[in-house]
């Protein structure tokens, strides 16, 4: 993640790699950590461990150049990097464990002979934020201190035909290098469209919940309505029962009246009330 992130930033053509080592580390931990979360190193450990890549990459681009020189004509590339690995462990005293980061860098143009050979007696220079390297005719160490490996005698036309050998070669690690590029732009594309999804179903599932409880505060509005419709009906049918009890016992008080102090008229009139009574109440 950290080289994908170093050649975004560093070959992006609207700011390219002139930029401040500040504000170009502060670039690439801002794509870490856009394309992978779980990278929680600060700037300075990324610079760090950048500075060593690129310088043991950097020294493996340069026993690779040496051995694509030296090996015999028509070997193999992985003959080429065997030597290079014998190589390396020779002039650096350790064994070359940053393949995968050669892999991706070794066609970048930082890192295409970027160490002195034999003849040129030139040292790498660094001269800026991002990492990059220079040469320069006062060697730190001559390399006529480490081993050298002599060119075996070839036929007439031999330089030629290897010329055209290591230039197949790396034409087709050129077309691996763009094919992995491609994957790792399809693979992050899908985790990308992944996230989306994600994203679109929680945006789903929070809409179904809001609808829910839409539906919930919906039906407890009308089941507060009801009750309030139920009590105000009880109430309603118990003034109702009142009423009517209270006009019963008055048409009751009418027909047990003592009709022997009436008078004639009244005793009359009083009959007729009753009637329309009984007839209400008792048929």
Same mark, same amino acid.
């Given at each position: 993640?950290?080289? #994908?992130?170093?050649?975004?930033?560093?070959?992006?053509?609207?700011?390219?790699?002139?930029? $401040?080592?500040?504000?170009?580390?502060?670039?690439?931990?801002?794509?870490?950590?856009?394309?992978? *979360?779980?990278?929680?190193?600060?700037?300075?450990?990324?610079?760090?461990?950048?500075?060593?890549?690129?310088?043991?990459?950097?020294?493996?681009?340069?026993?690779?150049? =040496?051995?694509?020189?030296?090996?015999?004509?028509?070997?193999?590339?992985?003959?080429?990097?065997?030597?290079?690995?014998?190589?390396?462990?020779?002039?650096?005293?350790?064994?070359?464990?940053?393949?995968?980061?050669?892999?991706?860098?070794?066609?970048? =143009?930082?890192?295409? #002979? =970027?160490?002195?050979?034999?003849? #040129?007696? *030139?040292?790498?220079?660094?001269?800026?934020?991002?990492?990059?390297?220079?040469?320069?005719?006062?060697?730190?160490?001559?390399?006529?201190? $480490?081993?050298?490996?002599?060119?075996?005698?070839?036929?007439?036309?031999?330089?030629?035909?290897?010329? $055209?050998?290591?230039?197949?070669?790396?034409?087709?690690?050129?077309?691996?290098?763009?094919?992995?590029?491609?994957?790792?732009?399809?693979?992050?594309?899908?985790?990308?469209?992944?996230?989306?999804?994600?994203?679109?179903? =929680?945006?789903?599932? +929070?809409?179904?919940?809001?609808?829910?409880?839409?539906?919930? +505060?919906?039906?407890?509005?009308?089941?507060?309505?009801?009750?309030?419709?139920?009590?105000?009906?009880?109430?309603?049918?118990?003034?109702?029962?009142?009423?009517?009890?209270?006009?019963?016992?008055?048409?009751?008080?009418? !027909?047990?009246?003592?009709?022997?102090?009436? #008078?004639?008229?009244?005793?009359? !009139?009083?009959?007729?009330?009753?009637?329309?009574?009984?007839?209400?109440?008792?048929?």
């Amino acid at each position: 993640m950290l080289i #994908s992130a170093w050649l975004n930033v560093s070959t992006n053509p609207i700011v390219g790699t002139d930029q $401040k080592g500040e504000i170009f580390w502060s670039r690439i931990h801002s794509y870490c950590v856009e394309f992978c *979360s779980d990278m929680t190193r600060g700037v300075v450990a990324y610079k760090k461990r950048w500075y060593k890549i690129n310088k043991t990459v950097a020294q493996f681009a340069g026993c690779y150049d =040496q051995a694509s020189r030296n090996i015999r004509s028509g070997s193999k590339a992985d003959d080429i990097k065997e030597f290079a690995y014998k190589l390396y462990s020779t002039n650096y005293g350790k064994k070359f464990t940053f393949e995968r980061h050669w892999n991706m860098l070794r066609l970048e =143009q930082k890192w295409r #002979s =970027q160490l002195p050979t034999q003849s #040129s007696g *030139s040292k790498r220079t660094k001269v800026s934020a991002t990492g990059a390297y220079s040469s320069s005719s006062n060697p730190e160490t001559p390399l006529a201190d $480490k081993p050298s490996v002599d060119s075996p005698v070839r036929p007439q036309g031999s330089k030629k035909s290897k010329r $055209k050998d290591i230039k197949n070669v790396r034409e087709k690690e050129l077309m691996d290098m763009e094919k992995e590029r491609e994957e790792v732009r399809e693979h992050r594309a899908k985790i990308m469209a992944i996230k989306e999804k994600e994203l679109q179903i =929680q945006a789903a599932m +929070k809409e179904q919940e809001l609808q829910a409880q839409a539906a919930m +505060k919906e039906q407890e509005l009308q089941t507060q309505r009801y009750i309030k419709e139920t009590e105000i009906n009880a109430k309603e049918r118990e003034m109702e029962r009142i009423a009517k009890e209270r006009e019963r016992e008055m048409d009751m008080q009418i !027909l047990n009246a003592d009709t022997s102090t009436m #008078s004639e008229k009244r005793r009359a !009139l009083h009959e007729i009330a009753c009637e329309k009574i009984i007839a209400k109440w008792f048929t």
